[in-house]
């Protein structure tokens, strides 16, 4: 490879820095790649609901005559623009996490009242579909990382949880401390991801089988989200479910230990 090339005509210590600059160019295209499928995949997304209103709206003109098909579009419309504004709020989120310095300052956030706000976003939903979101393990625990982003990842996880569930079920959330890392999991008794879509389901976009559930009206970026935040952290986030009978993520992050080096996973006190 021509990159190798170079590299065996300069001094050690010269080929250590010319192979980090082919390594760097090599990132920098996989980024652009990865943007440039990025815009192409929001236009596709944003198209989705923006046409299905505008089909909406001539069907609301035409049917000026039947009070009764006008509410019907009308209520259409309105779940579709409420899908494109989740879309959009999501694409921002994303699009903000992927700017360079996410985790600027880092503080120590509390984790019970990270699941607290998480639990509250989507009382609404649960309360609807008459599911319990239970919370439990161990109290008081502190990750250290971005306040905002934290949230964001746990509501995402829940809400989806209420969302992937049937009607009078469980969600529970709970905590541990596991050497120098917070496990956060929400375990929800729902349908389940198949296992050869598993792999698939953190990817931006990604929706498993969006007509099983399209009165849920997901975007398929709420993980990706997650992801990210996972990553940005130095945490990871995992999955284990069986179809038909329930799905477990648990997110994990460095845990904030007053009176030590905060932010290294794997560093517990002694
Ligand atoms: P969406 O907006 O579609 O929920 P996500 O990125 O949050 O997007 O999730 C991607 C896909 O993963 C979902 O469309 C769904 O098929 C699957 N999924 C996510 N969470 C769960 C869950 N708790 N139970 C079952 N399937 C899930």
Redesign the pocket.
Same mark, same amino acid.
């Given at each position: 490879a021509p990159a190798r090339h170079v590299t065996a005509r300069v001094a050690p210590l010269g080929s250590r820095l010319v192979l980090a600059l082919v390594e760097d160019r090599t990132r920098e295209r996989r980024v652009e790649a990865v943007r440039r499928d990025f815009v192409a995949n929001v236009s596709h997304e944003l198209k989705t609901p923006v046409g299905a209103i505008k089909l909406l709206a001539e069907a609301v003109a035409d049917a000026s005559d039947d009070p009764e098909a006008v509410k019907r579009f009308a209520g259409r419309m309105n779940l579709e623009s409420d899908r494109l504004t989740r879309l959009v709020q999501q694409i921002i989120e994303l699009s903000r996490l992927q700017a360079d310095d996410p985790l600027e300052t880092p503080t120590a956030v509390a984790i019970d009242d990270v699941i607290g706000v998480a639990v509250d976003t989507s009382a609404i939903d649960a309360d609807s579909k008459n599911i319990d979101i239970v919370t439990g393990g161990t109290p008081g625990l502190e990750v250290f990382g971005n306040d905002e982003q934290v949230t964001a990842a746990v509501a995402?996880l829940v809400a989806?949880?209420v969302?992937?569930s049937a009607c009078d079920s469980t969600v529970l959330v709970t905590t541990k401390a596991d050497d120098g890392a917070v496990e956060i999991s929400v375990v929800?008794q +729902?349908? *389940?991801?198949p296992p050869d879509e598993i792999d698939r389901?953190?990817e931006r976009f990604?929706?498993?089988?969006?007509a099983r559930?399209r009165s849920?009206g +997901?975007? *398929?970026?709420?993980?990706?989200i997650v992801k990210h935040v996972a990553a940005t952290h130095g945490g990871d986030v995992r999955v284990w479910?069986v179809e038909g009978q329930g799905?477990t993520?648990t997110l994990t992050l460095p845990q904030h230990l007053p009176h030590h080096a905060p932010g290294q996973l794997g560093s517990a006190p002694s």
């Open positions: 995402n989806n949880a969302s992937y929800d +729902g349908i *389940g991801i389901i953190f990604y929706r498993v089988d969006p559930h849920t +997901g975007t *398929g970026l709420g993980l990706s479910s799905s993520f």
